[in-house]
């Protein structure tokens, strides 16, 4: 994953996380990606999909 940016997922997964954005823009599959990588680091993760 590639952000531009460094990332430390220890400190990620001690805040709240909101993924925003306008129709059509990704956000999806920017969870997706996160959620995948953050298990590849051995966190466990909850996803709650109020709409689905």
């Known amino acids: 994953m590639d952000l ?4 430390n997922s220890s400190e990620l997964v ?5 993924i ?3 129709r059509g ?3 999806p599959n ?3 990606i996160l959620g995948k ?3 590849k680091e051995g966190f ?3 996803v ?3 709409d689905g």
């Not at 531009?4 to 990332?7: A, D, E, T």
């Not at 001690?14 to 909101?18: E, G, H, L, N, P």
Request: hydrophobic share 45%.
């Open 44 to 46: 466990p993760i909850v």
């Open 30 to 32: 920017t969870a997706k």
């Open 4 to 7: 531009g940016f460094p990332l």
């Open 14 to 18: 001690r805040k709240c996380i909101a």
């Open 25 to 27: 823009s990704g956000k």
């Open 48 to 50: 709650i999909d109020p």
């Open 37 to 39: 990588e953050l298990i």
């Open 20 to 22: 925003l954005g306008i």
